[in-house]
């Protein structure tokens, strides 16, 4: 088992540098590069949701990152004490956009978790949102998709 935690501000160039970080974490697992790229890209929509809509573009927030390897699995989890979400359910509904008006195809929470093995969603609003995503590498993987 391997820990470890990130914290950096709400600035969207960041997202760049949390997914590579999460990324280089899970190398010691031995990721097959497609299932490393399902890594980056969930972390990736993770971080800018918190980012986009959690702090709507305030540069001040806090965006935290928490990684535990356990066996063949990677277990991370993205929070954020930014506005939260009001309707949870309706969030994880494809194609839904809290941001209409602006170029989001609202498919952030469908890609997590289509691309991880485990996914869930928690969030208060007033006091932010805390993503949970698992994926399971190698013989692990593919002795859950049976």
Known sequence: MNKMQLKFIS?????????????????????????????????????????????SGNEDGIVCIDCMTDGSSLHITVSDSGKGIEDVEQALTPFYTSLPGEERSGMGF????????DFSVESKPGEGTTVKMSKHFGAKAEENAR
């Open 11 to 55: 600035k969207s160039e960041n997202e760049v540098f949390a997914r590579n970080v999460v990324a280089a974490f899970a190398l010691p697992l031995n990721p097959t590069l497609s299932e490393l790229s399902d890594v980056k890209t969930a972390v990736s929509e993770a971080v800018t949701n918190a980012i986009v809509h959690g702090y």
């Open 110 to 117: 469908t890609i997590m978790q289509t691309f991880m093995s």
